[in-house]
Protein backbone atom coordinates (compact mmCIF):
# COMPACT_ATOMS: atom_id res chain seq x y z
CA UNK A 1 0.00 0.00 0.00
CA UNK A 2 2.83 2.10 0.86
CA UNK A 3 3.81 1.80 -2.71
CA UNK A 4 1.34 2.13 -3.98
CA UNK A 5 1.17 5.85 -2.59
CA UNK A 6 4.47 6.52 -3.03
CA UNK A 7 4.06 5.42 -6.69
CA UNK A 8 1.58 8.54 -7.16
CA UNK A 9 3.37 10.90 -4.74
CA UNK A 10 5.93 10.25 -7.03
CA UNK A 11 4.51 10.00 -10.70
CA UNK A 12 3.55 13.38 -9.80
CA UNK A 13 6.64 14.66 -9.16
CA UNK A 14 8.00 13.00 -11.75
CA UNK A 15 5.50 15.07 -14.09
CA UNK A 16 6.19 18.11 -12.46
CA UNK A 17 9.82 18.18 -12.84
CA UNK A 18 9.09 17.66 -16.40
CA UNK A 19 12.60 14.97 -15.81
CA UNK A 20 14.60 15.43 -19.03
CA UNK A 21 15.21 11.81 -19.54
CA UNK A 22 11.82 10.73 -18.86
CA UNK A 23 10.49 13.16 -21.59
CA UNK A 24 13.02 11.78 -23.98
CA UNK A 25 11.79 7.98 -23.33
CA UNK A 26 7.80 9.45 -23.76
CA UNK A 27 8.91 10.96 -26.56
CA UNK A 28 10.70 8.07 -27.66
CA UNK A 29 7.37 5.96 -27.26
CA UNK A 30 5.35 8.05 -29.29
CA UNK A 31 7.39 7.98 -31.74
CA UNK A 32 8.24 4.65 -32.53
CA UNK A 33 4.54 3.91 -31.57
CA UNK A 34 2.85 6.16 -33.63
CA UNK A 35 5.51 4.98 -36.74
CA UNK A 36 4.44 1.55 -36.34
CA UNK A 37 0.54 2.27 -36.55
CA UNK A 38 1.29 4.85 -39.09
CA UNK A 39 2.55 2.01 -41.27
CA UNK A 40 0.09 -0.56 -39.60
CA UNK A 41 -3.00 1.74 -41.18
CA UNK A 42 -1.64 2.09 -44.25
CA UNK A 43 -1.52 -1.16 -44.96
CA UNK A 44 -4.50 -2.38 -42.54
CA UNK A 45 -7.28 -0.04 -43.20
CA UNK A 46 -7.42 -0.79 -46.79
CA UNK A 47 -6.95 -4.34 -46.72
CA UNK A 48 -9.69 -4.48 -44.03
CA UNK A 49 -11.84 -3.29 -45.97
CA UNK A 50 -10.98 -4.81 -49.44
CA UNK A 51 -11.85 -8.03 -46.88
CA UNK A 52 -14.91 -6.29 -46.42
CA UNK A 53 -15.58 -5.73 -50.49
CA UNK A 54 -13.86 -8.56 -52.60
CA UNK A 55 -15.11 -11.82 -52.67
CA UNK A 56 -12.29 -14.72 -53.56
CA UNK A 57 -11.64 -18.25 -52.81
CA UNK A 58 -10.28 -18.70 -48.77
CA UNK A 59 -11.93 -15.24 -48.17
CA UNK A 60 -12.86 -16.91 -44.57
CA UNK A 61 -9.81 -18.36 -44.04
CA UNK A 62 -7.98 -14.90 -43.56
CA UNK A 63 -10.55 -13.26 -42.20
CA UNK A 64 -10.03 -16.22 -39.36
CA UNK A 65 -6.43 -16.09 -39.59
CA UNK A 66 -6.29 -12.06 -39.58
CA UNK A 67 -8.85 -12.60 -36.51
CA UNK A 68 -6.36 -14.93 -34.74
CA UNK A 69 -3.58 -12.83 -35.15
CA UNK A 70 -4.71 -10.14 -33.58
CA UNK A 71 -3.59 -12.28 -30.85
CA UNK A 72 -0.17 -12.83 -31.66
CA UNK A 73 2.68 -13.00 -28.57
CA UNK A 74 4.82 -10.22 -28.33
CA UNK A 75 7.81 -12.37 -27.53
CA UNK A 76 7.34 -14.48 -30.45
CA UNK A 77 7.35 -11.46 -32.82
CA UNK A 78 9.84 -10.34 -31.00
CA UNK A 79 12.13 -13.29 -31.64
CA UNK A 80 10.62 -13.34 -34.95
CA UNK A 81 12.32 -10.18 -35.83
CA UNK A 82 15.45 -11.01 -34.24
CA UNK A 83 16.36 -13.40 -36.01
CA UNK A 84 15.06 -11.52 -39.52
CA UNK A 85 17.43 -8.48 -38.12
CA UNK A 86 19.96 -10.54 -36.42
CA UNK A 87 23.78 -10.40 -38.37
CA UNK A 88 23.78 -13.69 -38.82
CA UNK A 89 19.64 -13.46 -40.28
CA UNK A 90 18.86 -13.15 -43.75
CA UNK A 91 18.27 -9.22 -43.28
CA UNK A 92 20.82 -8.77 -41.13
CA UNK A 93 23.26 -6.77 -43.92
CA UNK A 94 20.95 -4.02 -43.36
CA UNK A 95 21.81 -3.84 -39.91
CA UNK A 96 18.83 -2.72 -38.04
CA UNK A 97 18.86 -4.60 -34.82
CA UNK A 98 19.06 -2.69 -31.80
CA UNK A 99 18.07 0.79 -33.31
CA UNK A 100 14.13 2.34 -32.85
CA UNK A 101 13.65 1.13 -36.47
CA UNK A 102 13.58 -2.72 -35.20
CA UNK A 103 10.80 -1.83 -32.65
CA UNK A 104 8.74 -0.07 -35.53
CA UNK A 105 8.73 -2.93 -37.45
CA UNK A 106 8.23 -5.25 -34.59
CA UNK A 107 5.32 -2.73 -33.47
CA UNK A 108 3.84 -2.86 -36.68
CA UNK A 109 3.75 -6.97 -37.02
CA UNK A 110 1.89 -6.77 -34.00
CA UNK A 111 -0.58 -3.67 -35.03
CA UNK A 112 -1.29 -4.67 -38.58
CA UNK A 113 -3.80 -7.78 -37.65
CA UNK A 114 -6.16 -5.50 -34.92
CA UNK A 115 -6.35 -2.97 -37.48
CA UNK A 116 -7.01 -5.42 -40.18
CA UNK A 117 -9.44 -7.01 -38.09
CA UNK A 118 -11.62 -4.46 -36.90
CA UNK A 119 -11.96 -2.31 -39.72
CA UNK A 120 -13.07 -5.28 -41.64
CA UNK A 121 -15.66 -5.66 -39.07
CA UNK A 122 -16.91 -2.05 -38.97
CA UNK A 123 -16.47 -1.65 -42.80
CA UNK A 124 -18.70 -4.87 -43.51
CA UNK A 125 -21.90 -3.95 -42.04
CA UNK A 126 -20.99 -0.64 -44.21
CA UNK A 127 -20.70 -2.19 -47.38
CA UNK A 128 -23.95 -4.63 -47.04
CA UNK A 129 -25.79 -1.21 -46.31
CA UNK A 130 -23.97 0.36 -49.89
CA UNK A 131 -23.96 -2.46 -51.94
CA UNK A 132 -26.79 -2.40 -53.82
CA UNK A 133 -26.29 1.27 -54.35
CA UNK A 134 -22.84 1.11 -55.42
CA UNK A 135 -23.80 -1.65 -57.77
CA UNK A 136 -26.72 -0.05 -59.34
CA UNK A 137 -23.97 3.14 -60.15
CA UNK A 138 -21.92 0.74 -61.54
CA UNK A 139 -18.74 1.30 -59.04
CA UNK A 140 -15.98 -0.43 -59.17
CA UNK A 141 -14.89 -3.01 -56.08
CA UNK A 142 -11.52 -0.32 -55.38
CA UNK A 143 -13.50 2.73 -55.64
CA UNK A 144 -15.99 1.18 -52.71
CA UNK A 145 -13.68 -0.15 -51.04
CA UNK A 146 -12.19 4.12 -50.71
CA UNK A 147 -16.21 4.86 -49.83
CA UNK A 148 -16.54 2.55 -47.16
CA UNK A 149 -13.26 3.61 -45.78
CA UNK A 150 -13.94 7.40 -46.33
CA UNK A 151 -17.94 6.96 -44.55
CA UNK A 152 -16.79 4.70 -41.66
CA UNK A 153 -13.76 7.13 -41.08
CA UNK A 154 -14.71 8.42 -37.47
CA UNK A 155 -15.54 4.64 -36.41
CA UNK A 156 -11.99 3.75 -37.84
CA UNK A 157 -10.27 5.92 -35.46
CA UNK A 158 -11.66 3.11 -33.09
CA UNK A 159 -9.38 0.59 -34.83
CA UNK A 160 -6.01 2.78 -35.34
CA UNK A 161 -6.67 3.63 -31.33
CA UNK A 162 -6.93 -0.08 -30.48
CA UNK A 163 -3.58 -0.67 -32.63
CA UNK A 164 -2.12 2.34 -31.17
CA UNK A 165 -2.80 0.99 -27.55
CA UNK A 166 -1.34 -2.72 -28.55
CA UNK A 167 1.89 -0.72 -29.64
CA UNK A 168 2.38 1.55 -26.70
CA UNK A 169 1.92 -1.30 -24.35
CA UNK A 170 3.63 -3.93 -25.77
CA UNK A 171 6.91 -4.94 -23.86
CA UNK A 172 8.27 -7.98 -25.13
CA UNK A 173 8.93 -7.00 -28.42
CA UNK A 174 10.85 -3.96 -28.21
CA UNK A 175 12.78 -5.52 -25.54
CA UNK A 176 14.50 -8.68 -27.77
CA UNK A 177 14.57 -6.49 -31.30
CA UNK A 178 15.39 -2.79 -29.49
CA UNK A 179 17.91 -4.09 -26.64
CA UNK A 180 16.62 -1.87 -24.18
CA UNK A 181 19.42 0.92 -25.16
CA UNK A 182 19.74 4.08 -22.51
CA UNK A 183 19.26 7.17 -24.91
CA UNK A 184 18.41 5.07 -27.69
CA UNK A 185 15.87 2.34 -27.54
CA UNK A 186 14.87 2.30 -24.29
CA UNK A 187 10.90 3.48 -24.26
CA UNK A 188 8.22 3.40 -21.54
CA UNK A 189 7.57 -0.31 -21.24
CA UNK A 190 11.03 -1.44 -21.16
CA UNK A 191 12.23 1.04 -18.76
CA UNK A 192 9.25 -0.04 -15.94
CA UNK A 193 10.39 -3.29 -16.63
CA UNK A 194 13.75 -2.56 -16.09
CA UNK A 195 13.33 -0.43 -13.11
CA UNK A 196 10.86 -3.44 -11.69
CA UNK A 197 13.61 -5.69 -12.22
CA UNK A 198 16.13 -2.88 -10.19
CA UNK A 199 13.46 -3.34 -7.09
CA UNK A 200 12.33 0.16 -7.78
CA UNK A 201 8.77 -0.78 -7.77
CA UNK A 202 7.60 2.87 -6.72
CA UNK A 203 9.18 4.65 -9.52
CA UNK A 204 8.12 1.56 -12.15
CA UNK A 205 4.59 1.89 -11.05
CA UNK A 206 4.74 5.80 -11.02
CA UNK A 207 6.59 5.54 -14.83
CA UNK A 208 3.28 3.21 -15.59
CA UNK A 209 0.57 5.78 -14.19
CA UNK A 210 2.29 8.23 -17.14
CA UNK A 211 1.91 6.13 -19.54
CA UNK A 212 -1.69 5.10 -18.73
CA UNK A 213 -2.48 9.10 -18.46
CA UNK A 214 -0.60 9.70 -21.84
CA UNK A 215 -2.71 6.79 -23.33
CA UNK A 216 -5.78 8.75 -22.24
CA UNK A 217 -4.47 12.00 -23.36
CA UNK A 218 -4.35 10.23 -27.08
CA UNK A 219 -7.39 8.84 -26.87
CA UNK A 220 -9.26 12.00 -25.77
CA UNK A 221 -7.45 13.84 -28.91
CA UNK A 222 -8.59 10.96 -31.22
CA UNK A 223 -12.31 11.36 -29.66
CA UNK A 224 -12.58 14.57 -29.76
CA UNK A 225 -11.13 14.78 -33.30
CA UNK A 226 -13.68 12.02 -34.13
CA UNK A 227 -16.43 13.76 -32.43
CA UNK A 228 -15.52 17.36 -34.68
CA UNK A 229 -15.51 15.10 -37.61
CA UNK A 230 -19.28 14.30 -37.30
CA UNK A 231 -20.22 16.94 -36.58
CA UNK A 232 -19.23 18.40 -39.57
CA UNK A 233 -20.76 15.17 -41.62
CA UNK A 234 -24.34 16.66 -39.18
CA UNK B 1 -9.45 8.77 -48.16
CA UNK B 2 -6.48 10.81 -49.74
CA UNK B 3 -5.82 13.40 -46.66
CA UNK B 4 -5.87 10.00 -44.87
CA UNK B 5 -3.22 8.59 -46.43
CA UNK B 6 -1.32 12.73 -46.43
CA UNK B 7 -2.00 12.68 -42.69
CA UNK B 8 -0.20 8.91 -42.50
CA UNK B 9 2.51 9.43 -44.29
CA UNK B 10 3.60 12.91 -42.92
CA UNK B 11 3.02 11.02 -39.23
CA UNK B 12 5.26 8.58 -40.25
CA UNK B 13 8.25 10.68 -41.83
CA UNK B 14 7.57 13.14 -38.66
CA UNK B 15 8.07 9.93 -36.34
CA UNK B 16 10.66 7.90 -38.04
CA UNK B 17 12.90 11.24 -38.04
CA UNK B 18 12.13 11.61 -34.42
CA UNK B 19 12.84 8.45 -33.62
CA UNK B 20 16.05 7.96 -35.50
CA UNK B 21 17.63 11.41 -34.54
CA UNK B 22 19.31 10.12 -31.81
CA UNK B 23 21.12 7.03 -33.66
CA UNK B 24 22.74 9.77 -36.23
CA UNK B 25 23.74 11.97 -33.13
CA UNK B 26 26.16 9.20 -32.50
CA UNK B 27 27.84 8.23 -35.44
CA UNK B 28 30.52 6.39 -33.56
CA UNK B 29 29.13 3.43 -31.57
CA UNK B 30 29.97 0.11 -30.30
CA UNK B 31 27.59 -2.62 -29.13
CA UNK B 32 28.45 -4.33 -25.98
CA UNK B 33 26.38 -7.55 -25.41
CA UNK B 34 26.41 -7.65 -21.32
CA UNK B 35 24.91 -8.88 -18.34
CA UNK B 36 22.14 -7.12 -16.19
CA UNK B 37 23.95 -7.92 -13.42
CA UNK B 38 26.31 -5.11 -14.15
CA UNK B 39 23.72 -2.64 -16.02
CA UNK B 40 21.45 -2.97 -13.26
CA UNK B 41 24.42 -2.30 -11.05
CA UNK B 42 25.11 0.98 -12.34
CA UNK B 43 28.20 0.69 -13.29
CA UNK B 44 28.29 1.36 -17.13
CA UNK B 45 25.79 4.31 -16.70
CA UNK B 46 28.80 5.63 -14.56
CA UNK B 47 32.00 4.68 -16.50
CA UNK B 48 30.60 4.65 -20.18
CA UNK B 49 30.19 8.35 -20.56
CA UNK B 50 34.24 8.61 -19.53
CA UNK B 51 35.48 6.20 -22.52
CA UNK B 52 33.17 8.17 -24.34
CA UNK B 53 34.35 11.48 -23.59
CA UNK B 54 37.82 10.51 -24.33
CA UNK B 55 37.17 8.82 -27.99
CA UNK B 56 34.15 10.10 -29.01
CA UNK B 57 32.87 6.82 -29.22
CA UNK B 58 29.25 5.55 -27.94
CA UNK B 59 28.95 2.18 -26.32
CA UNK B 60 25.37 0.36 -26.62
CA UNK B 61 24.81 -1.56 -23.86
CA UNK B 62 22.58 -4.47 -24.17
CA UNK B 63 22.60 -6.08 -20.82
CA UNK B 64 20.60 -9.95 -20.95
CA UNK B 65 21.96 -12.88 -19.42
CA UNK B 66 25.48 -14.57 -19.95
CA UNK B 67 23.97 -17.13 -22.06
CA UNK B 68 21.88 -14.62 -24.51
CA UNK B 69 25.15 -12.28 -24.22
CA UNK B 70 27.19 -14.86 -26.02
CA UNK B 71 24.38 -15.83 -28.68
CA UNK B 72 24.30 -12.38 -29.34
CA UNK B 73 27.97 -11.87 -29.78
CA UNK B 74 28.22 -15.26 -31.72
CA UNK B 75 25.45 -14.20 -34.23
CA UNK B 76 27.49 -11.45 -34.82
CA UNK B 77 25.03 -8.65 -33.22
CA UNK B 78 27.58 -6.82 -30.67
CA UNK B 79 31.06 -5.70 -31.20
CA UNK B 80 31.98 -6.63 -27.78
CA UNK B 81 31.38 -9.00 -25.14
CA UNK B 82 31.50 -8.98 -21.28
CA UNK B 83 30.15 -11.59 -19.56
CA UNK B 84 30.57 -13.61 -15.75
CA UNK B 85 31.34 -17.23 -16.80
CA UNK B 86 35.08 -17.85 -17.41
CA UNK B 87 34.87 -21.90 -18.61
CA UNK B 88 31.71 -19.97 -21.50
CA UNK B 89 33.92 -17.10 -22.34
CA UNK B 90 36.81 -19.25 -23.05
CA UNK B 91 34.45 -21.60 -25.13
CA UNK B 92 33.07 -18.59 -27.32
CA UNK B 93 36.94 -17.92 -27.86
CA UNK B 94 38.34 -21.45 -28.92
CA UNK B 95 35.38 -21.41 -30.72
CA UNK B 96 36.72 -18.51 -33.25
CA UNK B 97 33.34 -16.32 -32.32
CA UNK B 98 36.20 -14.04 -30.41
CA UNK B 99 40.06 -13.22 -30.86
CA UNK B 100 41.06 -13.29 -27.11
CA UNK B 101 39.98 -13.08 -23.58
CA UNK B 102 40.94 -10.53 -20.53
CA UNK B 103 40.10 -10.23 -16.92
CA UNK B 104 38.32 -7.00 -16.73
CA UNK B 105 37.03 -7.03 -12.51
CA UNK B 106 35.71 -9.27 -10.26
CA UNK B 107 33.12 -8.93 -7.40
CA UNK B 108 31.48 -12.50 -5.95
CA UNK B 109 28.02 -14.09 -5.18
CA UNK B 110 26.11 -13.45 -1.64
CA UNK B 111 23.39 -16.10 -0.94
CA UNK B 112 20.55 -14.28 0.51
CA UNK B 113 17.76 -15.93 2.07
CA UNK B 114 14.56 -14.94 4.91
CA UNK B 115 16.07 -13.19 7.68
CA UNK B 116 14.46 -15.64 9.78
CA UNK B 117 16.56 -18.33 8.28
CA UNK B 118 15.05 -21.53 8.68
CA UNK B 119 17.56 -23.58 7.29
CA UNK B 120 20.29 -22.36 9.75
CA UNK B 121 22.76 -21.44 7.25
CA UNK B 122 24.25 -18.19 8.29
CA UNK B 123 28.02 -18.03 8.72
CA UNK B 124 28.56 -21.44 6.91
CA UNK B 125 31.68 -21.33 5.51
CA UNK B 126 30.90 -22.99 2.26
CA UNK B 127 28.26 -22.22 -0.17
CA UNK B 128 27.94 -25.78 -0.79
CA UNK B 129 26.94 -26.86 2.67
CA UNK B 130 24.74 -24.15 2.78
CA UNK B 131 22.91 -25.19 -0.34
CA UNK B 132 22.69 -28.76 1.06
CA UNK B 133 21.28 -27.43 4.14
CA UNK B 134 18.24 -25.97 2.04
CA UNK B 135 17.88 -28.88 -0.11
CA UNK B 136 18.17 -31.26 3.18
CA UNK B 137 15.17 -28.85 4.79
CA UNK B 138 13.14 -28.78 1.61
CA UNK B 139 13.56 -24.49 1.88
CA UNK B 140 11.95 -22.20 -0.74
CA UNK B 141 14.58 -21.66 -3.20
CA UNK B 142 14.12 -19.50 -5.87
CA UNK B 143 16.82 -20.43 -9.39
CA UNK B 144 17.36 -17.77 -12.28
CA UNK B 145 17.23 -20.86 -14.54
CA UNK B 146 18.09 -19.08 -17.62
CA UNK B 147 21.43 -19.98 -18.56
CA UNK B 148 22.67 -16.69 -17.05
CA UNK B 149 26.41 -16.22 -15.49
CA UNK B 150 24.95 -16.53 -12.28
CA UNK B 151 22.88 -19.34 -12.83
CA UNK B 152 25.99 -21.14 -14.30
CA UNK B 153 27.63 -20.44 -10.99
CA UNK B 154 24.53 -21.61 -8.86
CA UNK B 155 24.64 -25.02 -10.68
CA UNK B 156 28.25 -26.17 -10.11
CA UNK B 157 27.65 -24.93 -6.35
CA UNK B 158 24.63 -26.96 -6.34
CA UNK B 159 26.70 -30.30 -8.03
CA UNK B 160 29.27 -29.49 -5.19
CA UNK B 161 26.29 -29.70 -2.72
CA UNK B 162 25.60 -33.01 -3.70
CA UNK B 163 22.15 -32.30 -3.60
CA UNK B 164 19.73 -32.93 -6.59
CA UNK B 165 17.36 -29.64 -6.67
CA UNK B 166 16.20 -30.84 -10.05
CA UNK B 167 14.11 -33.41 -7.48
CA UNK B 168 12.03 -30.74 -5.44
CA UNK B 169 11.41 -28.61 -9.33
CA UNK B 170 7.93 -27.36 -8.64
CA UNK B 171 8.17 -27.62 -5.59
CA UNK B 172 10.63 -26.07 -2.90
CA UNK B 173 13.11 -25.65 -5.89
CA UNK B 174 11.68 -22.58 -8.21
CA UNK B 175 13.36 -22.01 -11.35
CA UNK B 176 12.02 -18.55 -12.15
CA UNK B 177 13.54 -18.63 -15.60
CA UNK B 178 14.54 -14.50 -15.43
CA UNK B 179 17.26 -12.18 -14.88
CA UNK B 180 18.62 -11.18 -11.32
CA UNK B 181 16.20 -8.31 -10.43
CA UNK B 182 13.41 -9.99 -11.54
CA UNK B 183 14.40 -13.53 -9.30
CA UNK B 184 14.96 -11.34 -6.16
CA UNK B 185 11.89 -9.92 -6.85
CA UNK B 186 10.52 -13.61 -6.58
CA UNK B 187 12.56 -14.62 -3.85
CA UNK B 188 11.17 -11.04 -1.40
CA UNK B 189 7.43 -12.01 -3.01
CA UNK B 190 8.01 -15.48 -1.47
CA UNK B 191 10.79 -15.33 1.02
CA UNK B 192 13.00 -17.73 -0.47
CA UNK B 193 16.69 -18.55 -0.71
CA UNK B 194 18.59 -17.06 -3.49
CA UNK B 195 21.87 -16.82 -4.92
CA UNK B 196 22.92 -13.57 -6.09
CA UNK B 197 25.93 -11.47 -7.34
CA UNK B 198 26.44 -8.83 -4.79
CA UNK B 199 26.13 -5.34 -7.92
CA UNK B 200 22.43 -6.40 -8.20
CA UNK B 201 22.06 -7.24 -4.54
CA UNK B 202 23.29 -3.70 -3.03
CA UNK B 203 21.79 -1.88 -5.96
CA UNK B 204 18.28 -3.50 -5.21
CA UNK B 205 15.46 -1.87 -3.75
CA UNK B 206 12.69 -4.19 -2.75
CA UNK B 207 14.50 -6.92 -0.42
CA UNK B 208 11.97 -7.26 2.07
CA UNK B 209 13.10 -9.38 4.69
CA UNK B 210 15.40 -11.03 2.66
CA UNK B 211 19.35 -10.75 4.15
CA UNK B 212 22.36 -11.72 3.38
CA UNK B 213 23.36 -14.89 5.01
CA UNK B 214 26.83 -16.38 3.42
CA UNK B 215 29.31 -14.85 2.37
CA UNK B 216 33.47 -14.98 1.36
CA UNK B 217 33.69 -18.44 0.27
CA UNK B 218 35.94 -18.84 -2.72
CA UNK B 219 33.35 -20.69 -4.62
CA UNK B 220 31.11 -17.32 -4.71
CA UNK B 221 34.40 -15.38 -6.65
CA UNK B 222 32.58 -13.51 -9.70
CA UNK B 223 35.37 -12.55 -12.33
CA UNK B 224 34.24 -10.72 -15.26
CA UNK B 225 36.21 -10.93 -18.98
CA UNK B 226 35.78 -8.79 -22.09
CA UNK B 227 36.29 -10.08 -25.53
CA UNK B 228 36.07 -8.43 -29.03
CA UNK B 229 34.05 -10.15 -30.99
CA UNK B 230 36.10 -11.80 -33.84
CA UNK B 231 35.82 -9.62 -37.33
CA UNK B 232 37.42 -12.05 -39.35
CA UNK B 233 33.87 -13.98 -38.78
CA UNK B 234 31.92 -11.16 -38.99
CA UNK B 235 33.24 -8.21 -40.73
CA UNK B 236 31.17 -5.62 -40.21
CA UNK B 237 32.59 -6.16 -36.40
CA UNK B 238 34.15 -2.62 -35.63
CA UNK B 239 36.95 -4.30 -34.10
CA UNK B 240 39.40 -0.79 -34.13
CA UNK B 241 36.48 0.91 -31.75
CA UNK B 242 36.52 -2.35 -30.09
CA UNK B 243 39.23 -2.62 -29.45
CA UNK B 244 40.03 0.65 -28.51
CA UNK B 245 37.15 0.04 -25.27
CA UNK B 246 38.72 -2.85 -24.58
CA UNK B 247 42.27 -0.73 -24.00
CA UNK B 248 40.66 1.44 -22.21
CA UNK B 249 38.98 -1.00 -19.50
CA UNK B 250 41.80 -2.96 -18.56
CA UNK B 251 44.15 -0.13 -19.16
CA UNK B 252 44.72 2.62 -15.84
CA UNK B 253 41.82 4.50 -16.75
CA UNK B 254 39.47 2.42 -16.81
CA UNK B 255 40.27 0.42 -14.39
CA UNK B 256 40.60 3.59 -11.67
CA UNK B 257 36.99 4.27 -12.96
CA UNK B 258 36.04 0.48 -12.12
CA UNK B 259 37.36 0.74 -8.92
CA UNK B 260 36.07 4.59 -7.96
CA UNK B 261 32.36 3.64 -8.89
CA UNK B 262 30.46 2.97 -6.09
CA UNK B 263 26.73 2.06 -4.79
CA UNK B 264 24.85 2.88 -1.97
CA UNK B 265 28.58 4.33 -0.47
CA UNK B 266 29.97 0.29 -1.37
CA UNK B 267 32.62 0.04 -4.19
CA UNK B 268 30.88 -2.82 -6.15
CA UNK B 269 33.69 -3.90 -8.45
CA UNK B 270 37.28 -4.76 -7.55
CA UNK B 271 39.29 -4.33 -10.80
CA UNK B 272 41.78 -7.35 -11.64
CA UNK B 273 42.80 -6.44 -15.30
CA UNK B 274 46.54 -7.82 -16.83
CA UNK B 275 46.18 -6.21 -20.30
CA UNK B 276 49.77 -8.01 -21.10
CA UNK B 277 48.49 -11.63 -20.46
CA UNK B 278 45.09 -11.49 -21.88
CA UNK B 279 43.80 -15.44 -22.15
Redesign the interface.
Known amino acids: MSDMGQAFVLALQLIAALDAELLEII ?2 S ?3 S ?2 AV ?2 A ?2 IG ?1 PAGAALAVYRFPGRRAVIVLVNALMGLPPVFVGLLIYLFL ?4 PL ?1 FL ?1 L ?5 AM ?1 IAQAVLVTPIIVAICHRLTRDLYEEYRDQLCSFGARPYQAV ?1 TV ?2 DA ?1 VSLVTAVMAGFGRATAEVGAVLIVG ?6 TRVMTTTIA ?1 E ?6 ALALALGLILVLTAIGVNAVAMSLGGVSAYRRG | MVRWLTVLVWGLVWALAGAEAPAQAQDRFITLASTTSTDNSGLFADILPRFQAQSGIAVRVVAVGTGQAIRLAERGDADVLLVHHKPSEEKFVAGGFGIRRYDVMYNDFVIAGPAGDPAGIKGVVRARDAFAGIARGRHLFVSRGDNSGTHKAEQSIWRASGANPAAGRGKWFREVGAGMGAALNTASGMNAYILTDRGTWTGFSNKGSLAVLVEGDPALFNQYGVIVVNPARHPHVKADEANLFVAWLTGAAGQAAIAAFRKRGRQLFTPNANPSTGN
Open positions: ARFAVLAAIAALSRAGGGLFTPTIRLWRGNIAGLLTSKGNL
